[in-house]
């Protein structure tokens, strides 16, 4: 079994575009200055996703899914006093978007706001969290004390959505703002990611998936994004994905994968990776075990699952065992010497690359584990599907291309050891007459490891 993970760090998010036209009122006859006032519209709307990893959502993406949007709205604008200057909870109940949770875009008209330093909050279908204290928050009023809610933590039913029955996606934003000319956008970011699971039968005979199961993943989460190196740690035994594709069987020449419904889940981190639990039987002629392809593997190259994120994860039932070589030089800086990477003999597609640069990847060995012999990999013909390449946004790989059975590459961009880049490697097998598929991770390591 091999773990392929399609992943991009890019993240959804809502726009609130915030346009500012100077003005002032002054006291007259000696009375006191007024506060200094400027207009303000505040507009909302939604962005266009990119490609995922990520859970953003606009209804012309090929990523978005019904639902995924906005039903409930309210905005905070809080002054230096922690009184709530302005407050806006538009009433959506007749809007047939906000109903289906398909609501893009929102303006509140103009309005006039006091100069200075603001908190600004902002949560979209906070109900779907059932959060008491929260509920009590968003029913603060203007000229109130606004509660503390920076440090707060959430619980969120995995796999809760359900927009049929007015279950919908949280969301929430927190920024600090200065109020001047201009444009403010702020970003709405969904609390939570989805995943998918999709298995491919690239063996010669059929297996069927008695129980697939990942774990552990969160069931709490902060309220306001903080970043993924500030992850709650999971509590307890966490949440585990069960029965995913139970019972289904895939035939040896199927070319339909078999994938899971989507399913959300909290922002997690797992420091030994992911666990994935596979329980499977074989049927057919081959020459290991029924249950060749049942265990437990963990996702190494993943062990952070951000909020607002998409993870596709695939797995391939395989008949067949790829062996690589793996070389590497990070060119010195003033004094340091060279590092490098010299890995004879991998067979975890895992190729971790000291300090980046540039990179050499050898195909070293393919041996077919049903016939138990090894294929001369000169006589194969190797390439690389570069429609399907991750490369977290173009910031870690460069130049990758393969030649006979040489791959090079240069690890560029502000590498670090939570980005990977994935590609897959294919191989023509006269045998099958099919096209075998291996899934191959890069990641950065750091020189001082």
């Known amino acids: 079994m ?25 006291g007259e006859k000696g009375s006191p200055d007024l506060p200094e006032t400027v207009e303000v519209d505040l507009q909302v709307g939604i962005s266009n996703a990119s490609q995922s990893l990520q859970t953003k959502a606009s209804k012309n993406d090929k990523d978005a899914l019904d639902g995924e949007q906005i039903n409930s709205l309210v905005v905070f604008i809080v002054n230096a006093s922690n009184t709530v200057e302005k407050k806006f909870k538009p009433d959506l109940s007749t809007d047939p978007d906000a ?13 006039t706001l006091t100069k200075g330093t603001k908190q600004i909050y902002a949560f979209a279908n906070w109900e779907s969290l059932n959060d008491a204290a929260l509920n009590t928050a968003i029913g603060t009023e203007e000229g109130q004390q606004m509660p503390d809610l ?81 992850i709650l740690p999971t509590a307890g035994d966490g949440w585990s994905i069960e029965s995913i594709l139970q019972n289904e069987t895939l035939s040896a020449d199927d070319t339909q994968k078999a994938s899971s419904d989507w399913i959300y889940i909290n922002e997690s981190k797992e420091d030994k990776g992911f666990e994935v639990v596979l329980a499977t039987t074989s049927i057919g002629n081959f020459s290991h075990a029924d249950n060749q392809h049942s265990g437990s593997k963990r996702t190494s190259f993943v062990k952070r699952i951000p909020r607002n994120h998409i993870w596709n994860l695939n797995l391939v039932f395989a008949s067949y065992e790829l062996t690589l070589g793996i070389k590497g030089e990070n060119p010195p800086i003033g004094g340091y010497p060279d590092v490098t990477t010299n890995i004879d003999g ?36 190797w390439s690389i599907d570069n429609s399907i390449v991750n490369n977290d946004d173009g910031l870690l790989v460069g130049d990758l291309s393969i030649k006979g059975t040489e791959i090079t590459g240069r690890m560029i961009g502000a590498a670090t050891d939570t980005q990977t880049a994935t590609f897959i490697l294919e191989v023509r097998n006269p045998d099958a007459k099919r096209t075998l598929s291996f899934t191959v991770t890069l990641k950065f390591v750091d020189i001082f490891e």
């Not at 109903?99 to 309005?111: D, I, R, V």
Request: some cysteine; overall charge neutral; hydrophobic content about 35%.
């Open 99 to 111: 109903q289906t949770g398909e609501l893009e875009s929102w303006t509140s008209g103009t309005f």
């Open 150 to 230: 920076l440090s707060k933590t959430v619980s969120w039913t995995s796999n809760s959505f359900d927009p049929d029955n007015n279950k919908f996606l949280p969301m929430s934003f927190s920024e600090t703002w200065t109020v001047s000319s201009g444009k403010k956008t702020i970003r709405l970011i969904r609390l939570v990611s989805r995943l998918k699971v999709t298995v491919k039968n690239e063996t010669e005979h059929e297996i069927t998936i008695n129980n697939l199961e990942i774990k552990p993943f969160n069931t709490s989460s902060h309220l306001f994004d903080k970043g993924e190196d500030n």
């Open 346 to 381: 991998d067979k975890s597609l895992v190729c971790g690359i000291i300090g980046g640069g540039p990179f050499t990847i050898t195909i070293k060995g393919l041996k077919s584990l049903e016939e138990n012999k090894e294929l001369n990999v000169n006589d194969l013909t």
């Open 2 to 26: 091999k773990e392929r993970l399609n992943y991009h760090n890019t993240l959804w998010a809502v726009f609130f575009s915030v346009f500012l036209a100077f003005g002032c009122v002054s």
